[in-house]
């Protein structure tokens, strides 16, 4: 333990143990998931970010090591750690220079935002020396006026690799195509099982796979067709899930870029027919399930069927703006006929 807090110490770091924790030292390596939560100080004691309130809810901080991320302080520190450890670490501005930018991003994460609003297009080193916003006013004075910073950080579990699902950020060109059929089989037993939300959280996993190494590709080249190809019936089965959820603009608009490409998809046709009736589109609904009976006749009973649904919707809907009509215009009606001349 001396010899660890030393070689910290030459490297400009200083830990203090709070709480010690169980087990043995892992070894750390690369590939191991860190799963921790972390307060980051000022040295006069300011909180700038806590991970158990950070967007109002508890996420602990998740780290693959050997990925080189941004704040590489945070993997330093680390490995000096046992799992259930606690303790804090001052460092150096050398170490926690980068700190504004990885908090940006943490914090529009948690809010739900683009983790790249408000970030230029260069490099980190760049990013140091410009002064634009932040758009956070503590993490602008910190871009400005570098400093030491304090991270109190409790260690909560240590997954060695292959024991865990890489995220896709994570993952490798050859990882990401290996994982794509087994997400996918995953997706379609949650989807056999009702679980659709979980199902269609699965297929765009997979979806984000290859779209990422098709941004690689040149539209139109041999590997990336061969991707658009894995990618469409994973999109259908997505549409099919948001279909389900009522999610139907999102369904229409997935199916038109589909379309766009291949415009003879059958499957594509069909489920955009279905969300164009659910929004009550009865032209765009009629004109696709036209085209699905001139592509695939076998598919007279199921479409005949939509169509007496569709009907069966506009009509209600006639009803529905009929009565409202009357209720509008009929009590205006009665006001006029009772006001002075």
Known sequence: MEEVASQLNEEGIQKKLTSPGRGELSTFPDGTKV????????????????????????KPMELILGKKFKLAVWERVVITMRKGEVADFTCSTQHTALYHLVSQSLRNISAGKDPLEGQRHCCGIAQIHSHHSLGYQDLDALQASPQPLVFTI????????????????????????????QIHEEGNSLFKE?????????????????????????????????????????????????????????VIEHCTSLL???????KA???RGKAHSAVWNEVEARADFAKVLELDPT???????????????????????????????????????????
């Open 260 to 266: 766009a490409k291949y415009e003879d998809n059958v």
């Open 154 to 181: 409790e260690l909560l579990e240590v997954l060695p690799p292959g024991s865990f699902m890489l995220d896709v950020w994570a993952m490798s060109d050859k990882e990401k195509l290996d994982a794509v059929p």
């Open 35 to 58: 799963v921790f939560h972390y307060r980051t100080s000022l040295c006069d004691g300011t909180v700038l970010d806590d991970s158990r309130t950070m967007g109002g809810q508890s």
């Open 299 to 341: 598919l007279g009973p199921s479409v005949a069927k939509e169509l007496r649904a569709l009907e069966g919707k506009m009509r209600a809907k006639g009803r529905e703006e009929k009565d409202r009509y009357k209720d509008l215009f009929g009590g205006n009606t009665q006001t006029a006929s009772t006001s002075p001349a």
């Open 194 to 250: 009702g679980r659709i939300k979980e199902a269609s959280e699965k297929y765009y996993n997979s979806i984000a796979c290859l779209k990422n190494l098709q941004m690689k590709e040149q539209p139109g080249e041999e590997v990336w067709i061969k991707l658009d190809m894995m990618i469409t019936p994973l999109l259908l089965n997505y549409c099919q899930c948001q279909l389900v959820q009522g999610q139907y603009y999102e």
């Open 269 to 271: 046709l069909y489920k």
